[in-house]
Every structure is written in C-alpha cells, then in structure tokens.
C-alpha cells in the first residue's frame, strides 16, 4: 500500500504541494465531532450535572455555617488540602469557596483525562489503525489531522466549560467567579490535551501516548496535593501544576484572572511543539525508537492467560498504583475525620454510629466502598478490550488456533480477576496504612488488609455484565455502564439526596458488609458470587453462538 500511494503522489505533483498544508481539516473536523456526537455531549453533561449535582447536595449536608466552618478546619488539615485544593476563604467559609477548593481540582482532572483521550483518539489511534494512511493517500495535509483534533478539543473543552457553569450558575453563584471556575476547568483540559499531543508524536501506539500524558497528569495532581498541603493557599511547589493554576484564581474569595493565563500559555507552548515534531517524524512512527522484541516468544505467550496478563500488564500496575496512592492519601485523613464528626455528629451518622475509632472504622470501610466502584469501572473496561482485539482481527487469528472461544473469554476474565484482586489488596492495606499513621494505629493496617476482597464479587458481576454485553454484541455496552454508574452515583450519594429506601436498599455497593466495621454476612457476598458466574457463564455461551466481527 505505501508504495502505490508514493507512486500516486509522484504522479500528481500538485497534490503533494497542497497536501503540504492544512487542507482537509475542516472536513476532518466535521468528522471527528459525527464521530463524537455521543462522547462529547456525555462528557460535558456529566461534569455539568455533578457540578449541578454538588449544588443541590452541598447544602443538605452543610445547612449552615457552623457547618461549613466544620469543614473548613478539614481544609486547614494538611491532608484535607493533599486531596483537594489550596484552602482561601477558609475563615468564612462559603459554598463558592467550597467549590474552588474541592470540587473545582476533581472536575479539571475529568475535563484533562477526556482530553488525552480525545487527542490520542484523533491522532495517534488512527495513524496506528492505518486509517490516517488511507485518508493522507486524497488532498489532505499532513498537519490537518492534528489541527482537526486540537480544533475538536476546543469545542470539546467549550461544552464542558458551558455546563459546568450553567450548573454553578443554577445554584446562584456570582456570575464573574463561575465564569472564572468554567474558563479554569476548561484550559486545563486544553493543557493536558496539548500534552497528549506532544506524547502522540513520541509514541507510536495510541496507548503508550495515553500513559505518557496520563503520568503527566498524576504528577500534575501529585504536585498540587504537596504543594497545597505545605501552606494554606499553596506554595511555591503548587506553581508548577496547571491544576493549581486554575484554583488559584481565588475563585469566590479574592478573584483574580492572571493565572490563567499561564493555561494559555503553557497550551500554546505544547501546541507549537506539537506542531514542530510532526515535521520531523515518519508518517505513522514516532519520534521515540520502539523497543526491539525478542528474539523468540516467551513460553507463558502460547496460552491465552499468558499473553492477556502480557498485553493487560501495564493497565493494571497503572491503575494500582493510582488507586493504591489514592487510599493512602485518603486513610491519611482520618485524624480530620475523628475531629470533624466529634464537632458534628449529624455527619457521623452518613457513615456510622459511634464516635472516635468506631467512627473512623465504619468512615474508612465506606472508602472501600467507593474504590470498589473504581475498581468496578476497571473490570468493565478491561473485558471491553475483547470487543477492540475483535474488531482488529487479532481474536480471528487466535481462535484459528486451538484455542476454543469460551477459552479466550474466561482468560479474559481470569486476568481481569486477577487485576482487581491485587487492587482491592492494595485499596485496603493502603486505606489502612494510611489512617494508622495519621491516629497512630497501627493494627488499622491490618484490619483492612482484607477488607476490599468482600466487594469482588460484585466486581466480578460488573465483569459478568460485560462479558454478556460481548458475548450479545449488538447494541455496544452503554447498559452496562448505564447499571455500573447508577450504582456508583446512588451509592455516593444516596445518604444525602434522602432517596426512597427501595432505591437505596438495590444499590449493589450499599448491600456488601462493611467489614471491619461491621462482622462479614455470607449472604450478600455469596449472592453476588452466584450472580457473576451465571452472567459470565451466560456471556461465554452467548459468544459461542454468535458471529465474528469482520478485521
């Protein structure tokens, strides 16, 4: 295929020189957003609907300013600003400042992932795919995929800015403060998508791009917390994270519009760069030297299990690893939690009854609750792979061997339990690990070394679901995430929406024992064990029946 489309150009002159420019962007333009008309819309819809979410919550479960008061001293607490935000306005605390501090921080690192994802999707996925080759070969530039997708993540990022702020602005806020929280949340997902942009030339495979920008965006989040942790309002080392560039514009407090123009800045850098390694690579390499393979395969490659964990490896230690430094930083706040519901005992009640440890234990057993949904969404995406390995023609190849179907699907699935039993491992130990350094307990380690292990059943029926959605095919997986964030949303929130109690009794999460707080109810775990063996056991038999994709 590259030598006739060499030889087509060297026989049409004229095409080459205007493909040299931006000619076609336009049209691929107009084609990346027919292509995200649902993803786009369910981005911002969701970042605007929490923030309108967070608007109507926020004031059942702070009614007055004692309340607000109360969390403030959270936010004094050196491990309240490592999870949130810098802490201005801490001396009269207001539900605009709470959105600066807390909400602004979670909301910009949604808006920055769904731009690596956009940008990777729209560049270095295509060029992978060979679909970038077939469109290059009529008269179109070679920077007019790029300038397609940056184009495609200003409109991206300008919807989700406008949601958000029709969100704020629905529950009353000054209109000058919102606008600052929406522009923030937006540039830096404009940052973090010219970062996916400069990784996207480095890299010649869409997922390694992916890692290199999400690490970036750790590391942004990382040195945020410490920076934010050292001082209230943040230190020197906080300059150095485009997060805390939108949060320090004192949004509601003291505002000030400057540091977002180092967003602007810092976009227009990364997009020139962008720009400039395009010219200096091949068409559908990178600028970084692939690894050379070995010479021969390794014997765990020839079984499906093997290889699965081989080509799932990365995902997983990612996703550890952020999880696992998620749930320490958030054990590290059980001191704050002890002092916050000892002030106010009416916030006690949402986690458990009690005070002091008995408190703590039944706060932390709740967080394991919630990184269980994390660990949730993994295990969905990580069967949803099998759907991608299909439509590439790599499952064709594979089942031509000797491996049956039901084979390839359940080692699948072992490699997806296995993911989400080290993850939930580390989810408690780090949970645990974290609150025993912060109230000096050590024994917390181990009493929540375990913990996480009751939710993988559940896990596993999210799994399950997955599994059937592929065995079935048609109609994609939008039910199954449909069913998972239903759940995850009615379980987060449920306690402080006063939802009716036969809601709240089927939210999956609530129904698994919260050990150690609570002694381990057989019923419930087996229950949810026999669930996820029937939907696996349905989706392997489902996905014998039907028909391959066509490669």
Not at 37 to 55: D, K, N, S, T
Not at 209 to 224: D, P, V
Request: hydrophobic share 55%; charged share 15%.
């Amino acid at each position: 295929m590259n030598a006739t489309l060499v030889a087509d150009r060297r026989d049409h002159p004229a095409r080459e020189e205007k493909a040299g420019s931006l000619t076609g962007a336009l049209s691929l333009f107009r084609f990346a957003l027919r292509r995200d008309r649902v993803r786009i819309p369910a981005w911002a819809l969701g970042v605007g609907g929490m923030a309108g979410y967070f608007a109507a919550v926020i004031p059942l479960a702070y009614p007055d300013q004692a309340a607000l008061q109360t969390r403030a001293n959270i936010m004094k607490d050196p491990s309240g600003a490592l999870l949130t935000g810098p802490g201005y306005g801490l001396e009269n605390y207001t539900f605009g400042a709470m959105v600066t501090n807390e909400i602004l921080g979670m909301l910009a690192v949604a808006a920055a992932l769904m731009s690596i994802f956009l940008i990777t999707r729209h560049t270095r996925a295509e060029e992978e795919s060979g679909r970038a080759e077939l469109i290059r070969a009529g008269v179109v530039g070679r920077r007019a995929p790029l300038a397609a997708a940056i184009l495609t993540l200003l409109t991206a990022n300008a919807a989700i800015g406008a949601t958000l702020a029709a969100g704020l602005l629905g529950s009353g806020l000054a209109f000058p403060d919102t606008l600052a929280v929406s522009a923030g949340m937006a540039l830096v997902g404009l940052v973090f998508g010219g970062v996916a942009a400069v990784t996207a030339q480095l890299s010649e495979h869409s997922r390694t791009a992916s890692g290199m920008a999400g690490a970036a965006l750790a590391l942004a989040f990382l040195l945020r917390g410490i920076g934010d942790s050292q001082s209230v309002g943040g230190s020197a080392l906080s300059w150095f994270s485009p997060i805390a560039w939108a949060q320090q514009t004192r949004a509601f407090t003291d505002l000030r519009w400057w540091p977002l123009l180092l967003c602007l800045s810092l976009f227009a850098v990364l997009l020139t760069v962008a720009v400039v390694l395009t010219a200096h690579r091949d068409f559908g390499a990178g600028l970084l030297p692939a690894r050379s393979g070995r010479g021969s395969a390794r014997a765990s490659l020839v079984h499906p299990v093997g290889l699965i964990l081989r080509m799932e490896r990365g995902s997983i230690a990612g996703w550890s690893v952020g999880l696992v430094a998620f749930a320490v930083l958030t054990g590290s706040m059980g001191e704050g939690i002890v002092e916050s519901f000892e002030a106010q005992p009416q916030l006690a009640a949402v986690f458990g009854q009690g005070a002091g440890g008995d408190v703590l234990r039944a706060t932390l057993a709740s967080f394991t609750a919630y990184f269980a949904m994390a660990v949730a969404v993994y295990a969905v995406i990580s069967v949803n792979r099998l759907r991608a390995e299909e439509a590439d023609g790599r499952t064709g190849a594979i089942l031509a061997a000797s491996v049956s179907r039901p084979r390839w699907l359940l080692s699948s699935l072992l490699v997806t339990t296995l993911g989400s039993t080290v993850m939930l491992l580390l989810i408690g130990i780090g949970l645990g690990t974290g609150a025993g350094m912060s109230v000096g307990d050590p024994a917390l380690a181990a009493d929540f070394a375990l913990a996480g292990l009751v939710y993988l059943p559940l896990v596993l029926g999210f799994a399950g679901l997955a599994a059937l959605s592929y065995g079935i095919l048609r109609g994609g997986t939008w039910w199954v995430w449909l069913i998972l964030v239903s759940a995850i949303i009615v379980g987060l929130y449920g306690p402080l929406l006063n939802l009716p109690d036969a809601v709240a009794d089927a939210e999956p999460f609530g129904l698994m024992p919260r050990v150690p707080a609570e002694s381990l109810d057989p019923v419930p775990v087996t229950a949810a064990a026999l669930a996820a063996l029937l939907l696996i056991g349905a989706g392997a038999a489902a996905f014998r029946r039907r028909d391959l994709e066509a490669g």
